[in-house]
């Protein structure tokens, strides 16, 4: 890379599933890449294969603190991401977004940077319109258990928009639907980690409800595409973008599809919905692809392969360990009260 192209650039929850594959990408593309975790639920292993690199550089650091170093861009991605682990101790979480955001939007405004905020579909909550287009406001209860993810994500756009009206900062929003991939926590109780982990265990596949819920899956790869390329977008594209694969489909299907992915004979369970789950989610993509011209590429199944193919070698891993498969979120009890969420594997 020419010296004239190349950047310092922070990364707060680099050592996570997404943040990961962020340094990753910046690495390779030969910026100086700057990892920000407290580690709550990312871990160096995330991350171990970027140590040796002389431009990546790990820091642990809670971003509910200030922090002082000389970057020229900001991805702003540390939260808690699955409910399993953002319900674990929700004061936290909306301290992490709010507070987060605060430090990180006042970094950037002290070196003049341009910030990437890691927004989320959950600011829609159970939405009453569908497919969701970022001009909806969204459906959210305040004081649900989810609230704390999605109420904290919210402020979070009012900062930023905010600071971008008050102080002119250049700012990004992506609006992230659900992500998955190599690296996702085994016990992060998602519903990919979950039936991923169940149907290579040989363990029943537990779906919530009667599984006609929808979602909408993008491979993290298609997901990482999109987040350079709105961060590298012209000046002035300060408004939320939707990122997602438009691909909406049940949770039954889902676990169909994750067991012909695995070669499983497992059987699925019906299990109580969450509370607050939401119904439907499938993104309106026509402003990223107006606006810098992204879709995503990767068909379920293909993604689902190379899903199939981590997990295995992490429960391989797991084995030889003599630590057994790891325990996964089965329900959003799942994490006992006095655990770490990341010491649940
Ligand atoms: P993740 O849990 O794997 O990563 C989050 C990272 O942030 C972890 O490494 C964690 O240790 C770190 N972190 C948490 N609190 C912190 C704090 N106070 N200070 C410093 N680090 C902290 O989750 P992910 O799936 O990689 O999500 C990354 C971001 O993308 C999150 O902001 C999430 O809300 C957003 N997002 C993800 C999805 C998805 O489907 N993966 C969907 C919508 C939004
Ligand atoms: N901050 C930071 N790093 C910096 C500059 C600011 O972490 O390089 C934090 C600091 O804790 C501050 C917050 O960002 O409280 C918001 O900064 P801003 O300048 O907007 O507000 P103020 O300092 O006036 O509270
Ligand atoms: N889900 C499920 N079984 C599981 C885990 C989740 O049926 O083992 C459902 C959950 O109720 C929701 C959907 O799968 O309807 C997606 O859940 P996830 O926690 O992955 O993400 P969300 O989109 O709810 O944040």
């Keep these: ?24 990408r910046l690495v390779e593309a030969g910026h100086d890449v700057l990892c920000v975790d407290n580690f709550f639920t990312g871990t160096r292993e995330n991350v171990a294969h970027l140590i040796p690199r002389s431009n990546f550089e790990l820091m642990r650091h809670d971003v509910t603190f200030p922090l002082y170093v000389e970057v020229d861009e900001i991805y702003n991605l540390a939260c808690p991401a699955s409910p399993v682990h953002y319900q674990y101790d929700p004061v936290r979480t909306t301290k992490t977004s709010v507070h987060g955001a605060i430090n990180m939007l006042g970094l950037a405004k002290r070196l003049r940077a341009k910030i990437f905020q890691a927004s989320t579909s959950e600011v829609y909550g159970d939405a009453r319109v569908h497919p969701q287009k970022e001009d909806y406001w969204g459906h959210v209860n305040p004081i649900g258990p989810r609230s704390c993810y999605d109420e904290g994500k919210r402020c979070a756009e009012t900062l930023f928009a905010d600071y971008r009206r008050q102080y002119g900062l250049e700012i990004r929003i992506a609006r992230i639907f659900n992500t998955y991939g190599p690296r996702m926590h085994p016990a992060d109780g998602r519903v990919v980690s979950n039936f991923m982990v169940q149907a ?10 009667d599984g006609s819920q929808t979602r909408s899956l993008c491979y ?121 969420a990341s010491k649940a594997l």
């Design 200 to 209: 290579l265990s040989g363990e029943p596949l537990t779906v919530y409800g």
């Design 220 to 340: 993290v790869d298609d997901m990482i595409d999109g987040f350079v390329a709105l961060m590298d977008a012209p000046d002035g594209t300060c408004d939320p973008v939707n990122l997602g694969n438009p691909h909406e489909i049940t949770m039954l299907e889902l676990a169909e599809r994750i067991a012909r992915a695995t070669g499983s004979a497992s059987p699925i369970t019906f299990r109580p919905l969450p509370i607050d789950d939401p119904w439907h989610r499938r993104p309106d993509i026509s402003s990223a692809r107006a606006l810098i011209g992204w879709e995503p590429r990767t068909a379920l199944d293909e993604g689902l392969a190379a899903t199939a193919g981590y997990f295995r070698a992490q429960l391989a891993h797991a084995r030889h360990d003599g630590r057994g498969a790891p325990p996964h979120g089965s329900s959003l009890t799942f994490i006992q009260p006095g655990s770490r």
């Design 1 to 24: 890379m020419r010296e004239f192209d190349r950047k310092r650039i922070l990364v707060t929850g680099g050592a996570g599933f997404l943040g990961s594959h962020l340094c990753e």
